[in-house]
């Protein structure tokens, strides 16, 4: 009697995290009555890669504003001025509706006066501002997205160096890539991949002051500190994401109490293998889809399986080849141009070498819901559309045009 209380007891507090005990939290502190505002509103510079979830928080504002709103201006005193809002709390991202094409405010979200980018995109660098609707500037950010150029080893040269990208000096500046550290393997025990991505930044004594920067006379390429004259020769300035070939042992299974172990047994799980929560989703034949890793975040080292098929990025990292409908981005998102038949299957993700979630993926025939004329597919399709039929246009008016004056001429040497 004595162990089934004792086994009952330790299922409670296992198994359901609200009845453990709890101590008396002492009053946290208020963040933003520690931090002041800066009198003159200036740009902090932080620099992402392109298809990374990017948060952006309001460092600071005072107490008895409730809500903020954050400004976008993609040139600094542009006239163009977006607003993002969601006052209530009520704007929902759904992955599935988001396309390559994507407004910004399709992408949005703001959590505890913080902005969150879902799927951030080139054009999304500039200006953010944090503030309120009566106009009122408390903090900024110069954000800088980056698109990478990938660069992948073969399978077979495992911790193989790779060569960055060749740094650029003059006498007026100097250009130069600086990387992150190399992710942890992201599978165990089997074959698995690292990467490491290297930002583009500008270093010169030239920069504008109004921003602020880590390291004073150093900015990212994009950035909007960096002069007009530079601009130009940066265009063509990309991020480096690289990628290799690792193999890693999986740490040993935790050890399990006796009384918690038997409790598992009676309900038939197994406590050496853990299970993998498996969500289910229905997506229709012809149709975009995207899965995201539940908590990954850029930094972490991410990788996605098809059943015991493994998806390494060295054969689907997007960039590689712009033809291929099954990718993985930058930002660790298993994207699928057009869904097919032959999708349907369960995909399994890894997070920094472990497995945790299970997406498995049915294929319906018919959708239940219709293709908007707003859908940023649609729009491309009517603007290719359009685009074929001003193209055809214009080479039958040349075509006439060319026939009119042929004929003309002919006629004026004959008489």
């Known amino acids: 009697m004595e162990l089934m209380i004792k086994v009952f007891a330790l299922f ?122 009566r106009g009122e500037f408390f903090y900024g950010y110069d954000v800088d997205i980056q698109e990478a150029r990938s660069t992948a080893i073969s399978k077979n040269d495992l911790h193989q160096a790779v060569k960055p990208g060749e740094p650029e000096k003059t006498k007026e500046y100097n250009v130069f890539t600086s990387f992150w550290d190399w992710t942890m393997c992201d599978r165990c025990d089997v074959r698995g991949e690292q990467t490491k991505v290297g930002f583009c930044y500008f270093q010169s004594q030239f920069l504008y002051s109004r921003y602020r920067r880590k390291i004073p006379s150093v900015a990212s390429c994009g950035s909007a500190s960096v002069p007009r004259r530079f601009k130009k020769k940066l265009q063509m300035k990309k991020a480096e994401y690289l990628v290799r070939s690792c193999i890693t042992t999986c740490p040993p299974p935790s050890e399990v109490l006796t009384g918690e172990k038997s409790f598992l047994e009676i309900l038939g799980f197994s406590s050496k293998t853990p299970t993998v929560a498996i969500q289910y989703h229905m997506h229709p034949v ?120 042929w004929y003309f001429f002919t006629c004026q040497m004959c008489s």
């Not at 080292?301 to 712009?322: I, P, Q, S, T």
């Not at 597919?377 to 075509?399: D, G, H, K, N, W």
Request: include cysteine.
């Open 286 to 405: 012809g149709y975009p889809l995207i899965l995201a890793c539940p908590g990954a975040r850029p930094e972490h080292a991410v990788a996605w399986d098809k059943g015991e098929e493994r998806l390494y990025r060295a054969e689907f990292m997007v960039g590689l080849n712009k033809t291929t409908r099954i990718y993985i981005d930058q930002g660790n998102n298993l994207h699928f141009r057009v869904v097919q038949k032959d999708d349907k299957g369960t995909y399994f993700c890894w997070l920094q070498g472990k497995k945790i979630a299970g997406f498995r993926l049915g294929v319906s025939i018919r959708s239940k819901h219709l293709r908007k004329i707003t859908d940023p597919e649609s729009i491309y399709a009517i603007r290719a559309l359009l685009f074929t039929y001003m193209v055809f246009t214009a080479a039958f008016v040349m075509f006439q045009a060319l026939k009119f004056f």
């Open 12 to 133: 409670l507090v296992k198994f359901i995290p609200s009845l453990k005990s709890y101590e008396a939290e002492e009053e946290k502190e208020d963040i933003f009555a520690k931090i002041p505002c800066p009198a003159f509103l200036i740009f902090d510079n932080a620099a992402y890669l392109a298809d990374m979830t990017i948060e952006l928080p309001c460092n600071c504002k005072p107490e008895e504003v409730n809500d903020v709103v954050w400004f976008y201006q993609k040139y600094l005193g542009h006239m163009n001025t977006r607003v993002l809002t969601d006052f209530n709390g009520t704007k929902f991202i759904d992955s599935a509706e988001i396309g390559l094409g994507s407004d910004i405010q399709n992408r949005f979200i703001i959590r505890l006066f913080s902005l969150v980018i879902f799927r951030s995109q080139h054009s999304d660098s500039g200006h953010y501002i944090c503030g309120t609707s």
